[in-house]
């Protein structure tokens, strides 16, 4: 069974930057699209950015482009989260998935995600 953990979370003021990190120990990525999904209190998880198994197709919600860039390392079983000019309505758990695919693109929705980690917090204040 496919595991990923998640790190890198905590606070940051606004206009800071953050990189989640999620591994997937002793289980190879190589053959799942992977996405970073968020859910902030009160709200519905919605997807942030995704990418595809090989790496060269990725996607991002509109809230996020140009400030977040999604990447992986297949080799070290991971995929990253960078967050720059981070916004207070960032602020929430973020969490990685996977989706085992023989697609050379990836999915935004979460209905398409089979395996997820525990999330880890982002908080975004000053």
């Known amino acids: 069974q496919l595991q990923l953990v998640e790190s890198g979370g905590g606070l940051v003021q606004p206009g800071g930057s953050l990189r989640l990190s999620c591994a997937s120990p002793?289980?190879?990525?190589?053959?799942?699209?992977l996405g970073w999904f968020r859910q902030a209190p009160g709200k519905e998880r919605e997807a942030v950015s995704c990418?595809?198994?090989?790496?060269?197709?990725?996607n991002y919600a509109e809230s996020v482009k140009g400030r977040f860039t999604i990447s992986r390392e297949n080799a070290k079983k991971a995929v990253y989260l960078q967050m720059n000019s981070l916004k207070p309505e960032d602020t929430a758990v973020y969490y990685c998935?996977?989706?085992?695919?023989?697609?050379?693109?990836?999915?935004?929705?979460?209905?398409?995600?089979?395996?997820w980690g525990q999330g880890t917090q982002v908080t975004v204040s000053s």
């Open positions: 990418i595809s198994r090989a790496g060269g197709v990725t």
């Open positions: 998935a996977a989706v085992r695919t023989s697609r050379a693109d990836c999915a935004a929705s979460i209905h398409n995600y089979d395996y």
């Open positions: 002793g289980f190879t990525l190589d053959y799942y699209a």
